[in-house]
């Protein structure tokens, strides 16, 4: 059964590990890789990446990517959702603390940061404006 409006997002803003898919160019299939986004009902969908990575050039080069997330208790549900991309910014360590905050314990985030800032090279954040959703909750079949 499709889920309402108010139903999928609040599930997209639920801390899930999403499937970005992104257009990965003629005779190839879609790139399809997890990833750490940032929701907040009516809003933009927000992930980050790296400036140089194989996923920012690709995203760049389509202007929109999907996310797709799914859990299988305490029913099997699922939202997706695709869109343009409407910007491209820098990160910032705010950006990586915010980010890091919402998928590890308290504890860890300071470390993850200082990991992160230290080993993954310069980062973007890219927004995208939810413009299609697919979404269903199929019960505990």
Do not use: C
């Not at 309402?4 to 999403?18: G, I, N, Q, S, Y």
């Not at 603390?97 to 200082?114: F, I, N, Q, T, W």
């Not at 890219?126 to 019960?139: I, Q």
């Amino acid at each position: 059964m499709a889920l309402t409006r108010e139903e999928r997002e609040t599930f997209l803003a639920e801390p899930h590990v999403a499937a970005l898919a992104v257009d990965a160019g003629a005779g190839r299939a879609p790139l399809t890789v997890p990833i750490w986004y940032q929701y907040a009902p009516g809003g933009e969908v927000w992930i980050m990446t790296g400036l140089d990575s194989r996923k920012n050039r690709l995203i760049s080069k389509a202007g929109r990517f999907s996310l797709m997330v799914d859990r299988l208790e305490p029913t099997i549900r699922y939202v997706s959702v695709e869109g343009p991309v409407v910007e491209t910014v820098s990160a910032t360590e705010e950006h990586l603390r915010e980010m890091s905050a919402r998928y590890l314990p308290a504890e860890k985030v300071d470390g993850y940061v200082a990991f992160a800032s230290a080993n993954h090279g310069e980062q973007v954040v890219v927004r995208m404006r939810p413009e299609r959703w697919v979404s269903s909750d199929l019960g505990s079949v």
